[in-house]
């Protein structure tokens, strides 16, 4: 049974960063592709980034390109996410989510419209960035 937990979440100034985890359990991420998504306050959850199972292709949402980078450690079955220069607008929760890699490309998995496409998602965790 899959199971994901993020960690790394909490309170930075503008300008700051933050590096999420998402802890993979009950498949190796050779298998998996990994996306992170995010929801800010009275908004719709909209994919941020998403790494294939090998990790040789990555997507990143507009919004978020040159400033955050994904990764992966294969060895202890954890993603990461690096927040840099983070801005207000990056306020919300984040989220980390996992499929069988499978014939959907990486880009259109992490489009907010095919989120239904992942098997399991973590709780979140909250990345607050204010002054």
């Known amino acids: 049974q899959l199971h994901l937990e993020e960690s790394g979440g909490g309170l930075v100034e503008p300008g700051g960063s933050l590096r999420l985890s998402c802890a993979v359990s009950?498949?190796?991420?050779?298998?998996?592709?990994i996306g992170w998504f995010r929801q800010a306050p009275g908004k719709e959850r909209e994919g941020v980034s998403c790494?294939?199972?090998?990790?040789?292709?990555?997507h990143y949402a507009d919004a978020v390109k040159g400033r955050f980078t994904v990764s992966k450690d294969n060895d202890n079955n954890t993603v990461f996410l690096q927040l840099n220069s983070l801005k207000l607008e990056d306020t919300g929760d984040y989220y980390c989510?996992?499929?069988?890699?499978?014939?959907?490309?990486?880009?259109?998995?992490?489009?907010?419209?095919?989120?239904?496409?992942?098997?399991?998602w973590g709780q979140g965790t909250q990345v607050t960035v204010s002054s």
């Open positions: 790494i294939s199972n090998s990790g040789a292709t990555i």
């Open positions: 009950g498949i190796t991420l050779d298998r998996a592709v």
């Open positions: 989510a996992a499929r069988l890699s499978g014939l959907l490309s990486v880009r259109h998995l992490c489009q907010t419209s095919a989120q239904h496409e992942f098997d399991s």
